[in-house]
């Protein structure tokens, strides 16, 4: 189970979106291409999941044996993350699990904030993005049915806040709100994600086979 668990948020980091907030400047600095727009967010998402990947084996730890009845775990969530190519980000908040290991069904709910310090990291585009924040708010919900032949994990998300980044001989930063949904079963990937980072738009969909 928290092998199944870990791997949802896995491959939540893949997909990644930005929104702009209701107040203040929505961009400072240097503009972004909306293919810089959707590589930073994806940065922006990983390291979250990145700083959260513990959980389900830390939950897992309280409870001893399996669980007829449903079994529930609250605490407080605080890691600092290597990033790929220097600095780090440190996540921090709260983080409960709930679940059924006679049922197979469990549910995950993360509320943490981001801080990335220098944290320096390559996006889709081939880029090097080094990034700082103090306050990005992560929240994620996953809910996990592992009853054998009929495995599927729905899950969805958001992130709001400021980052400020820069990539080459460029800075700048950005209001963001990222937001994602999707699902996985044994064999598929579906999910969407829409919004804007730096008032740049998209929306996208996405549907992965044949997941091993």
Do not use: K
Request: glycine share 10%; charged share 15%.
């Amino acid at each position: 189970m928290n092998q199944r668990i870990v791997r949802v948020f896995t491959v939540a980091a893949m997909l990644g979106v930005a929104a702009c907030g209701d107040d203040g400047p929505v961009a400072t600095g240097d503009e972004l291409t909306q293919a810089e727009v959707e590589a930073l967010s994806n940065l922006i998402v990983s390291s979250g999941f990145e700083g959260t990947a513990d959980l389900p084996t830390i939950a897992a730890a309280v409870v001893e044996g399996p669980q007829a009845v449903p079994f529930s775990y609250s605490g407080e969530v605080d890691a600092t993350v290597q990033c790929s190519l220097g600095g780090t980000v440190r996540v921090h908040g709260t983080a409960s699990v709930e679940g059924d290991d006679e049922e197979m069904w469990y549910d995950v709910r993360y509320n943490v904030e981001q801080n990335h310090s220098s944290c320096v990291e390559i996006g889709e585009t081939g880029q090097q993005f080094t990034l700082n924040s103090e306050s990005l708010v992560m929240n994620v919900l996953a809910n996990i049915s592992a009853a054998e032949g009929a495995e599927s994990f729905d899950f969805d998300g958001s992130v709001t806040g400021w980052v400020d980044w820069s990539a080459e001989e460029r800075t700048g930063g950005c209001q963001v709100s990222i937001n994602y949904e999707a699902s996985l079963t044994e064999t598929t990937i579906t999910a969407s994600s829409w919004g804007n980072i730096c008032g740049v738009e998209f929306s996208q969909d996405f549907t992965y086979g044949n997941v091993g």
